[in-house]
């Protein structure tokens, strides 16, 4: 039996498993770490607190999978799209990450839409013209901080820097991980000259694309061996940004199927073979990579980052129970939520506390609770939060559809999914059912297909997902909620419709 690695380095904390070839996980382990917000809109984080959690993570999940290092044959990335990462000539960061949640790139989209028409910079792309994705800000670190960009010799993400990290020789990135920087050309998967000319990116500085599914890029040398517990010369392999690691860890390989991430970013994926631009411009379109089709996408920048603020903002005494009673506070919350009826008795929650994208978006929309009265409990406001996030992906499913591209059913990855109550939720306001895996933990599995298909242990990336993806359990929608959830969700609507016109500009 061969076994394969697949760390996946999220937003606030990393994750890595050991799986066998059948996709169960063997052994794993996660850690936290910080995001700065040195001003409004703002994110930042630094290689300082990230790289020493991978290594940590990976050790650990290691030993406890009882599996000998040298039956280990191959680990993988999932890594985190849309960072800005900007490296000198001696791979060192000229500045901290700049993280996909900022908004600062918001400043330049006026200046970027004078020097190219943003509909061919979403015709070629297959992006909008928007905060999220790594043009604007790196555009902004040229007109704001150019001393920085003077020294600039690699404009990386964190797919090739961790990579670096790790042993890999020379400079690689997967097809997402370069579509979220905004300039490759979906429809090719090579890096776009005219976009980058406008977004002033030189080509030599950018990482070479790779197509293929799984690539031996490097291996693990002693002293990463010594931090990781893998064996020194592990082949080290090109994974992929972490939503599409999610994705293909879900299953997403034929046209049609959904695969949708709950994490700290949401998203649904569904696969296309061609690459579909929406009438509108809101639905991203990027490669599936190593599969050879497409992606067509929307997404939340908060997503299950929204519960997490409740958490810590609002959660003081299920942290405190949670320690005492050895629970998750996360299942202290849910519980209680599950005696509230559904649309939360009239309250109603806009999760963008980082501005909205997907199918409305908005950078300078704000999270809004709506609706509370002296009768609003606690546990009426968490509903509405694990709501409001359901109401913004039932928002991309319905743009989805029309732009032609139906979901009759949801694949459900990420942290949501390890709860019954979220999961029926999502079946009842999607009207859909929802599917769960073997493994909720599909972007560590998506890095070790990769890495399994890079050596052999699978002979295609087809017959890794076919062989270790499984289907294990399905809600249904009940449809006696439906038409309260409906009701809900025009409201929530209407009242980010609302906000948009009166509070929701540059102007607030």
């Known amino acids: 039996m061969k076994y394969v690695v697949g760390i996946d380095e999220g937003t606030t904390g990393c994750k890595t498993c050991v799986f066998d070839e059948d996709g169960k996980v063997i052994g794993t382990d996660y850690r936290e ?26 050790r650990s999940a290691v030993s406890r999978s009882g599996v000998a290092k040298e039956d280990i044959a191959a680990v993988a990335l999932s890594t985190q799209g849309s960072v800005t ?18 908004i600062r790139g918001i400043e330049q989209i006026e200046g970027i839409s004078q020097r190219i028409d943003v509909a061919d910079f979403y015709r070629i792309g297959g992006n909008q013209l ?3 994705f790594t043009a604007s800000k790196i555009d902004w670190v040229r007109e704001h901080e150019p001393e920085n960009f003077a020294r600039v010799a690699v404009i990386s993400d964190h797919q090739d820097y961790f990579l670096r990290a790790f042993g890999a020789e020379g400079g690689f990135t997967d097809t997402c991980s370069a579509s979220r920087y905004g300039t490759l050309d979906v429809d090719t998967s090579e890096w776009s000259e005219r976009l980058n000319t406008a977004v002033g990116v030189p080509l030599d500085k950018l990482p070479t694309v790779v197509t293929e599914a799984g690539k031996v890029v490097g291996e693990i040398s002693a002293r990463v061996a010594a931090l990781t517990g893998l064996a020194e010369g592990t082949p080290l392999c090109l994974g992929a940004m972490d939503q599409n690691c999610s994705t293909l860890g879900g299953g997403g390989l034929r046209a049609g199927t959904a695969v949708m991430v709950l994490g700290t970013f949401g998203s ?7 690459p579909l631009r929406d009438p509108l411009s809101t639905l991203t379109v990027k490669p599936n990579h190593g599969v050879g089709n497409w992606t067509i996408e929307g997404f939340s920048n908060t997503a299950a980052a929204s519960f997490r603020w409740y958490r810590d903002v609002f959660g003081d005494l299920e942290i405190a129970a949670g320690r005492a009673l050895k629970r998750d506070p996360y299942d202290l919350i849910t519980q209680a939520v599950s005696d509230v009826p559904p649309a939360s008795n009239g309250v109603t929650f806009l999760p963008h506390l980082q501005g909205a994208a997907g199918a409305s978006p908005n950078p300078s929309a704000k999270g809004t609770f709506v609706g509370m009265t002296l009768a609003t409990t606690k546990s009426d406001m968490a509903r509405a939060v694990l709501e409001g996030i359901a109401f913004e992906m039932r928002d991309v499913l319905e743009a989805q559809a029309k732009a032609g591209v139906e979901v009759r059913s949801v694949r459900l990855v990420g942290g949501a999914a390890k709860s019954p109550i979220w999961c029926q939720l999502l079946a009842d306001v999607f009207e859909r059912p929802v599917e769960l895996l073997q493994t909720s933990e599909t972007g560590c599995l998506g890095a070790a297909l990769y890495a399994g298909t890079a050596v052999g242990v699978y002979p295609d990336v087809a017959a890794a997902v076919d062989h270790a993806v499984t289907v294990t359990e399905t809600y249904q929608p009940d449809e006696t909620a439906a038409p309260q959830y409906e009701k809900a969700f025009r409201r929530y609507q209407a009242v980010f419709d609302a906000l948009t016109d009166t509070v929701f500009t540059s102007d607030f």
Do not use: H
């Open 33 to 58: 770490y910080p995001c700065y917000y040195p001003r409004p809109g703002w994110v930042e984080q630094t290689p300082e607190d990230i790289l020493p959690a991978l290594f940590e993570s990976c």
């Open 85 to 102: 990462t900007l490296m000198d000539e001696n791979g060192e960061l000229v500045r901290p990450f700049i993280g996909w949640q900022d």
């Open 130 to 132: 928007g905060s999220v």
């Open 268 to 274: 649904c994926y569904v696969v296309s073979d061609k």
